[in-house]
C-alpha cells in the first residue's frame, strides 16, 4: 500500500531563516505531487504541484520554491522566510487524475 | 471562476441527529468532488468522492452524499451523528490532467452529548 510522510511534524523558525520540508511517497511511482497551505480560519490553498521529476507548476508567487529531484520527494524551500509563510503546510500525492492522498502536514511558525 | 462553497463555518449537532452540510460548486467542465475530514492537527482523511454515474456516493464512517448537477451541490449527510464525528470538513472540486484541487473554507463540526 501506499504512505506518503511529511517531516518534520513540527517548526519554529525566526524571520528571516531558510526553510526546507520534505515530503516522500512509498509504494507508488511517477506520483502527481501536491503542496498545500492551510492557515487557521482558512481553507486550503495550493501552492505548487509537479506531474514529474523536475516538473513545479506554481500556484501563487509568494515567498516559496519547490523541487522535485526524485520520483516520489517533493521539498518547499524558502531562502528568507516571513511572518506570513506560518501556517499548516500538506503534502499530497495522486495516481494521476485520481484521488489526492494527503500526508500528516507539518506545523510551521515563524517568529 | 472556479470555486467551492460551504456556507456553514460552524456546525452543531447533538449525538445521534441527522447531519448535512452543504456545499455548492462553481466548475466550467464536468466536476471531480470530493469530501475530505480534518482532525485537529491531522492531515485530510477521504470520506467518499464523485467521478461519474449513481450521485449518491457513499463513502466512509457512514457518510454519503448527493451530486446535484442542476443545484452545483454536493452535500455531504450523516443519519446519526457519533461523538467521534467531530472536526472540520472540507469539499473540494477538481479533475483535469493535471488534478488540481479548489477546496472550500471547511465546515467545523462540533457534537453534543
Redesign the interface.
Known sequence: SQTIHQWPATLVQPVGSPLSLECTVEGTSNP?L?WYRQAA??????LF?S?GIGQI?S?VPQNLSASRPQDRQFILSSKKLLLSDSGFY?C?W?A??????????T?LTVL | AQS?TQPDIHITVSEGASLELRCNYSYGATP?L?W?VQSP??????LL?YFSGDTLVQGIKGFEAEFKRSQSSFNLRKPSVHWSDAAEY?C?V?????????????TLLAVQP
Do not use: H
Request: charged share 10%; net charge positive; proline share 2%.
Open positions: 502527481n501536491y480560519g482558512r481553507g486550503l490553498q495550493l504541484y506531474v507548476s500556484e500538506l499530497a495522486s494521476g487524475a485520481d484521488t489526492q492522498y494527503f500526508g500528516p502536514g506545523r | 467551492v471531480y470530493f475530505y492537527g491531522q492531515g485530510l482523511q477521504l468522492k472540507f473540494a477538481g479533475g483535469g490532467a493535471t488534478n488540481k484541487l479548489i477546496f472550500g473554507t471547511g
